[in-house]
């Protein structure tokens, strides 16, 4: 049965079920609205599934008992059932006084359902959810959200996503209700994210982004909550306010002295910010304010993470004069900028969403930090007095953020084999080396099961159309153990174009890359010139030329590797959401390397995209683009007589990042055109899908889409494909 080209999926139901009891079945069409749009109504039912384990299935099985079949219809037990389980998203974590680990998920089992979860008090226990079940957490606030929880004591104070009102809860009490903070204003108007405590006032520090005068241009300050009392809601006093976007409000342990970033249109964070102190007065209001980082017309840096030590020093991260973020500190008396530890790599990551961590005090002269180095994370241990670093030895290859315990570390991080995680890492008396590596959290608590079809990813480093530069990817070969394909075949690629584009793909496990390598496909991750993780100089390639460098990059990674013989020039895909359905569809638009492509809530026109962004991102695309004739220029849809292959497309419905109008206009301009063309648009999906039945059917339709178009292959799953227009 095939589905129409243009379909919209919507929830009925809401099913608490374990996703290992949960069997979707297939779809069934309803009465359409109009000629070209169908809704899709899906009936959840449960089925018991069981199976033997596949680690022990493939390693019973000989090697000359492979089975001989072409790449891409190998049978893998990584379903997609498997990959829209095992996406669980990690949305932050914490520690208490006590050392209790908390930590934010996102359940694609419940909708995508934000829940704060407490660590086990014992190996025999099981964690404990803290958030009731009609609350979600999750903040709004510059889209992309992030910060929505702080932890202290035997309180949590966080954003519930439905109204994004700040509520405090005590989590002393399993049955404790939340408590709103803020006030009501009849809907989601005003959000808050990256909060403090603040214990000389009794007041909650944060960043408010205030939407009731306008959506499109709201406004953005530090403020103040009251939590003396609840029964009494106050409005919130503005602190710090003027300026664009704020970030990162920190308080020094005595009230006496505050730190945030800021930075105004039209840089982004990652472009040019700058890092201010003010003092606090007896009243509670910041007084005589100092610009420490970010004011010096004659250093280009971006201050982050600014943060007080035990002893009341400031540090922060920025990327004065060698371009790369690195640790500094601030000498208040003389008002100098020093550095702590210089090394060509990244100590942090852009600011694309609140709440970065990514380093912590340890003790006096004792910072633990993590960093970015030619495609690797490493853990460390600055010692302050000494300058010089210790590497502490863990399985993790990427890290994301890390707090500090009680004489531990708490590590977000991944591997090859990995997948995203939080590892407790317990240290030595002297707190500088490593004694005990243990998983707290996982993604994925199945991850080991599949370890005999993990494709281990190898870093390539390829030659631009730029004399003498290079890019970087991820390769992960086709990786089977119980399917071999003919020597004489070379298998299809999927190369992926990363999102934002001020942004970096890294090498962890992502089941969703091995649901491709384990049927037989190879897999590139790119990442282009633009991406963090290599530096300013490196990251400075786009500006100014979206469109052009990534694409550019993308195709030249696709040749290198056709020239390399590791993958067939006749069947080269291309995949990528949001920023990297852009890439995708210019490169499909502006080049003919590859044969069909799939874009996820990805970008068609620039011109919509910068008259349509959220404030956050307004003015991000004139300086990666440029004047109005390359917006013009650059915009695939200006352009359908360029494209020449099949093309799906994937929509959330809710996004505000990049508008449904989007997918809809390429659709439509390709249908006429004649090329074969799918849409499928999620009701209830905003930028980045999170429910588990959409992830599975957004992985399975691509699959068989390539299959049937450019593949030349049967699957080996039983997928009902969608209709595909001018090809069904």
């Not at 970015?372 to 993790?396: C, E, T, W």
């Amino acid at each position: 049965m095939a589905f129409s080209a243009i379909i919209t999926l919507t929830r009925h139901c809401h099913s608490s079920i374990p996703l290992s009891l949960l069997q979707i079945p297939k779809f069934h069409t309803a009465a359409p609205i109009s000629p070209n749009y169908f809704h899709c109504r899906r009936r959840i039912s449960t089925t018991i599934i069981t199976m033997s384990s596949p680690s022990q299935t493939a390693r019973t099985a000989p090697e000359e008992t492979k089975v001989n079949a072409p790449y891409g219809s190998w049978k893998s037990p990584i379903t997609a059932d498997v990959v829209s389980g095992s996406s669980k998203r990690l949305g932050g974590f914490a520690a208490d006084s006590l050392g209790r680990l908390y930590w934010l998920e996102s359940r694609p089992n419940e909708s995508g359902r934000g829940v704060l979860v407490r660590q086990a008090e014992s190996e025999s226990d099981e964690p404990t959810d803290i958030t009731p079940k009609d609350f979600a957490v999750r903040t709004v606030a510059q889209e992309y959200g992030g910060g929505a929880f702080t932890v202290l004591e035997d309180a949590v104070v966080f954003s519930n996503y439905k109204d994004q009102r700040l509520y405090k809860q005590s989590i002393s009490s399993r049955d404790s209700v939340p408590l709103p903070l803020t006030p009501d204003y009849s809907g989601p108007l005003v959000c808050y994210a990256d909060g403090v405590f603040d214990s000389r006032f009794n007041r909650y520090l944060t960043v408010r982004e205030d939407r009731r005068e306008s959506s499109a241009n709201p406004t953005t300050t530090i403020v103040s909550i009251d939590l003396s009392s609840t029964n009494h809601i106050k409005e919130p006093e503005i602190l710090v306010g003027g300026n664009d976007f704020y970030a990162f409000p920190r308080i020094d342990h005595k009230g006496e002295r505050a730190a945030w970033i800021e930075w105004g249109h039209p840089n982004m964070p990652w472009d040019k910010s700058e890092l201010w102190v003010g003092y606090i007065s007896e009243n509670g209001d910041i007084k005589n304010r100092i610009c420490v980082a970010g004011g010096d017309p004659s250093i280009v840096e971006s201050p982050s993470e600014p943060k007080w030590s035990p002893e009341g020093e400031l540090f922060f991260v920025t990327d004065r004069k060698s371009g790369f973020w690195n640790i500094y500190r601030w000498v208040e008396s003389t008002n100098e900028v020093l550095p702590v530890y210089s090394l060509d790599a990244e100590f942090t990551t852009p600011l694309w969403v609140f709440g970065l961590n990514s380093f912590d005090f340890l003790h006096k002269n004792s910072i633990a930090c993590t960093y970015r180095m030619n495609g690797s994370s490493y853990l460390g241990i600055i010692d302050v007095a000494q300058n010089k670093i210790s590497l502490l030895d863990i399985p993790f290859t990427d890290i994301n953020n890390i707090t500090s315990g009680l004489n531990c570390l708490y590590v977000e991080g991944a591997s090859a084999v990995h997948p995203s995680s939080i590892a407790k890492v317990a240290l030595d008396d002297q707190k500088s080396k490593a004694v005990d590596f243990k998983i707290m959290w996982s993604s994925s608590s199945i991850s080991s099961l599949y370890r005999p079809y993990i494709s281990s990813p190898e870093l390539i480093e390829f030659p631009t159309e730029v004399l003498g530069e290079r890019a970087y990817a991820y390769f992960y070969p086709p990786t089977n153990p119980l399917f071999q394909a003919s020597p004489e075949e070379k298998p299809p690629l999927l190369l992926k174009s990363h999102g934002g584009p001020t942004a970096e793909t890294r090498s962890s496990l992502n089941f969703s890359i091995q649901y491709w390598t384990s049927r037989g496909w190879a897999f590139v991750d790119v990442n282009y010139g633009g991406s963090t993780g290599y530096g300013r100089k490196y990251r400075d390639r786009l500006l100014g030329q979206w469109g052009i460098v990534d694409v550019n990059d993308c195709c030249s990674c696709a040749k290198f590797l056709v020239d390399s013989g590791k993958v067939d020039s006749e069947r080269l895909c291309i995949t990528g959401g949001s920023a990297g359905g852009y890439t995708t569809l210019a490169a499909l638009a502006f080049r003919d390397v590859f044969k069909a492509g799939a874009s996820l809530y990805g970008v068609a026109d620039l011109k919509s995209l910068a008259a349509d962004s959220h404030k956050f991102e307004s003015r991000y695309i004139n300086n990666l683009v440029g004047d109005e004739n390359e917006f013009f220029q650059r915009s695939p849809i200006n352009f359908v007589e360029k494209f020449s292959c099949p093309i799906i497309l994937f929509q959330g419905l809710e996004d505000k990042v990049v508008l449904p109008d989007q997918a809809r206009k390429i659709y439509h301009a390709l249908k006429a055109k004649g090329l074969p063309v799918a849409l499928v648009e999620y009701e209830g999906e905003q930028h980045g899908f999170r429910k588990a039945e959409n992830i599975k059917f957004t992985l399975e339709q691509q699959m068989v889409f390539f299959a049937r178009l450019v593949g030349n292959f049967q699957v080996a799953d039983e997928i009902n494909p969608m209709k595909v227009d001018n090809f069904d």
